[in-house]
């Protein structure tokens, strides 16, 4: 018979004290474990929002005005530079971008950055003034998530146009119509919702239809980059960008939503003090069950002793007690938890879905055991000063 | 073997300090079987906690084989109670969540050595009690109670062996039960000292200790030769 074995068999006999004494460390790692499950639901919100602000990185051609003067007197802006970059330095970028993602996203093995290079052309339709935007249609939706074809369908065929929302209003065009670009022909096969954006005052055809279509092969006006990850180092790679391709100029976008987060963030460590209060009355409770058992028990532990255990012995007795109190009140705290941010969750953010996240059950049981080894330490060893004679002479 | 050498022991202080044993010394030798008698509160189970080491003295020392005991530290207790000196209790002091086989394989637990049923079973054989072995204390009667206690208290193979009224709980047929295994545990060798109100218990142990108010009043080779 191992001591350990002495301790389950004490237990399976008092399972209702133990089962209070874990329930006091339950309700702190339930509110503990509640609020990371609603912060990491909320989180994941943001960083779905994020998502749908657009790309991370903007990379246009390097073109730098001068401002020219000759005295006082201003002669106007320069541009210096070219107006495009060339496709064929799109590989790069993009590598650059891989090579700096690869080591943060280790489990995935596919492109880590999408590109979405676009032309820009000023043109006419019905001898209105538009602008039309040659995409490359299978990666453009991928940083324009927002984007809905709210009648007809996306762009799938090289002369098809899917036009902008305010072009289509304002120049009777439908999905099925014909539109001439530059005296290359193309077939309307959807119309974009809304955006709020230029996005609805725009043209959008294939990048290689328009690029023919006005002499422009092999150039693009921007490229729109989006690294798969939500948390990656941006400017890292725009910077990248910058020192791997000559030529064009790549700059991170700030995202509004990174505001959202520290919000998110201050809002949740505020709430994670507040559960350490509660964690703090947990271990009190313990302490004081403890404390109470001590005193119940010191008949047996005074037995014990009069049988030969040593006070290391008699501590390690209710330490075995602490690890069962722990990881059963962190079992308890792990599921009451999760049922409490199930429950509140929407209430503190509207529209969350909240998820079990395995990774916080050891989290749970650690913290409670953990919790509830630090509660018994003062129980523990005032177990071991009493004389046993006294433990008899008490009862 | 054992020397208790002007061992005095009070509780509280000042005018409300009691006087529990007073200056009281006593020699005992291997293999003796000794009772100690005496009116209530005449200080008898102190003496015997403090021989044990369970209690602590006001003045005096206790020595075991030449070598003084009563100002160890708990770990070296510790080691006394694992080998030297075992206790039996009024009471029996039974822990309630282990079976009779458990509660005897709970000194061996302590100890560190092989805890097995076998060795508990064949303690429990010796009192004869190998029957009820995986029967809680509750389900236990006094005298198997008892007997139980003191497989607990054979089965570290003690060479002193302190028993505080054993037989205080029980009718005087069990009580004679267990008094005629301590008169086997002494033939086999084991040094007793008994704590008892029973003068027929007294009868069977080869010396008698009197004591009262805290002094040993008398001291005779035989029950009938102490008055």
Known sequence: MKLFQVVLKDISSRKKRLFYAALGVAVGTMTIIGI??????????????????????????????????????NLGTV??????????????????GNDILAPLNAHSSSDLVTLAPKL????????????????????????????????????????????????????????????????????????????????????????????????????????????????????????????????????AIKQVAASEMGMMEK?????????????????????????ASVNERLKDIGIMRAVGASRRQIVKIFTYEALAIGILGGLLGYVAGNLLAFALGPFIFEGIEIAFIPVYLPLSVGIATLISVIATGYPAFRATKFKVADSFRSL | MLEVKNVSKYYGQGHTRVTALDNISLALHDGEYVAIMGPSGSGKSTLVNIIGG??????????????????????????????????????????????????????????????????????????????????????????????????????????????????????????????????????????????????????LARRLIILEDGKITEDCQTAAACS
């Open chain 1, 120 to 251: 820009y052309v000023n043109t006419e339709i019905n001898s209105t003034k538009i602008v039309a935007v040659g995409i490359d249609s299978r990666y453009e939706m991928s940083v324009k998530l927002w984007w809905e074809v709210s009648r007809g369908s996306y762009i799938f065929n090289p002369h098809d146009a899917l036009v902008g929302s305010m072009v289509s209003e304002l120049l009777g065009i439908n999905p099925g119509d014909a539109i001439n670009l530059n005296g290359t022909g193309f077939t309307v096969s959807g119309i974009l919702a809304s955006t709020g954006s230029d996005d609805d005052y725009r043209v959008f055809v294939p990048l290689g239809t328009l690029q023919q279509a006005f002499d422009k092969e092999g150039l693009i006006s921007s490229v729109d980059v989006r690294g798969c990850c939500t948390t990656c180092p941006i400017e890292e790679v725009a910077d990248g960008i910058n020192s791997a391709v000559p030529g064009i100029r790549a700059v």
């Open chain 2, 54 to 203: 369970l209690d602590s003295l006001s003045s005096g020392e206790v020595h075991l084989d030449g070598k003084r005991i009563d100002n160890r530290d708990e770990n070296s207790l510790v080691d006394l109670r694992r080998g030297e000196i075992a206790y039996i209790f009024q009471q029996y002091h039974l822990l309630p969540s282990l079976t009779a086989i458990e509660n005897v394989m709970l000194p061996l637990t302590f100890a560190g050595t092989r805890a097995d049923q076998s060795t508990a079973l064949k303690m429990l054989e010796e009192v004869g009690l190998e029957k009820r072995g995986h029967h809680r204390p509750a389900q236990l009667s006094g005298g198997e109670q008892q007997r139980v206690a003191i497989a607990r208290a054979l089965v570290g193979k003690p060479r002193l062996i302190l028993a505080d009224e054993p037989t205080g709980n029980m009718d005087r047929k069990t009580g004679a039960q267990i008094m005629a295994l301590f008169d086997l545990l002494n033939k086999e060798g084991h040094t007793i000292i008994t704590v008892t109100h029973d003068p027929a218990v007294a009868e």
């Open chain 1, 36 to 73: 990371l499950t609603v912060a990491d639901a909320g989180q994941q919100r943001i960083y779905d929002q994020l998502d749908k602000y657009g790309p991370n990185i903007l990379v246009t051609p390097a073109i730098t005005s001068l401002d020219m003067q000759m005295g006082n007197m």
């Open chain 1, 267 to 291: 809002v949740s460590s505020t709430m994670l003090s507040l559960s350490g209060i509660t964690l703090a009355v947990g271990l009190f409770g313990v302490a004081n069950t403890m404390l």
């Open chain 1, 79 to 96: 541009a210096v530079g070219d107006n495009y970059i060339e496709e064929s330095k799109l590989p790069a970028i993009k590598k650059t």
